[in-house]
């Protein structure tokens, strides 16, 4: 039986308004309306938002008793080492000495995500950006507004491919049981973090999310990790999604960040 956490319900205000991952939001239109203004014209508040349109309507479920996930949705902020400890209640994972060791000894200007590669189905659900589920017969995509990533999950009844490659996203097979569409995922590349506070995993781990509809706007998702090289047993934790009414949109990291230093002390003399 896996070890269960939940983190504190985020406030509802964090997924569309006041969250600093929106900040760009805010930034855009203040430039938009500053030029607008030079012509003779301030848009209306609308355009502070998203985008003005929202998205399409919700489309059914690809089959009947499915639940029917398609839709934008976003979670709670999970991104420092403070979130990390709040979500597994006050405690670390179950480490083993190895996964300890390299807790303790991590070097947070090694983040993936600060060099612009993937931040991967493990931890691309740990950011408050919006993203979309898109559900199609035999197939469920994800499209990430983070970085403008994607992820399928096929529910075909196929399996995991062999020979097995090791990529950045894995290999992801979905099946619905009942209420809930539950993923595994193997083949993840150790590359990759489950958590922006430094927390790693190797190629031995299976990862599995469950998405529960408990709504037409809510869902209860959890994540558990089983990896033996890090972890002395599986281990989860829960939160909710909550579907959003605006659209998502482009975020871009380009390859090549000169200043990756910044993630570890924010001071600027440790930069070359």
Not at 200 to 217: A, M, V
Request: with cysteine; proline share 8%.
């Amino acid at each position: 039986m896996a070890r269960r956490y939940s983190p504190a319900k985020p406030r509802a205000t964090d997924a569309v308004k006041g969250s600093p991952v929106k900040i760009h939001i805010s930034v855009s239109f203040f430039l938009v309306s500053a030029l607008f203004a030079g012509l003779g014209w301030v848009p209306g508040s609308a355009a502070g938002q998203n985008v003005e349109i929202p998205p399409p309507l919700v489309s059914p479920a690809p089959g009947e008793g499915t639940p029917n996930l398609n839709g934008i949705w976003t979670g709670p902020d999970i991104l420092f080492e403070d979130a990390v400890r709040r979500a597994l209640g006050g405690e670390l994972p179950p480490f083993t000495p190895y996964g300890l060791e390299r807790w303790e000894n991590k070097d947070l200007t090694q983040d993936p995500g600060g060099f612009c590669q993937p931040r991967a189905t493990v931890r691309v659900f740990h950011s408050p950006m919006y993203f979309q589920i898109i559900q199609t017969e035999g197939l469920v995509t994800f499209l990430f507004e983070l970085e403008h990533q994607y992820h399928r999950v096929f529910t075909d009844g196929r399996d995991h491919p062999e020979p097995l490659d090791i990529t950045w996203w894995g290999s992801s097979i979905g099946r619905y049981e009942g209420n809930r569409f539950v993923v595994e995922t193997i083949g993840l590349d150790d590359r990759s973090w489950l958590f922006t506070a430094g927390l790693q995993h190797s190629e031995q781990l299976r990862f599995t999310q469950i998405f529960e509809k408990t709504g037409l706007d809510t869902i209860a998702y959890t994540e558990t990790y089983e990896d033996p090289v890090f972890f002395t047993e599986p281990w989860s934790i829960s939160f909710d999604l909550e579907r959003q009414e605006f659209d998502m949109l482009e975020v871009i990291c380009e390859d090549n960040n000169r200043d990756p230093y910044h993630y570890g002390s924010g001071n600027r003399e440790l930069a070359p």
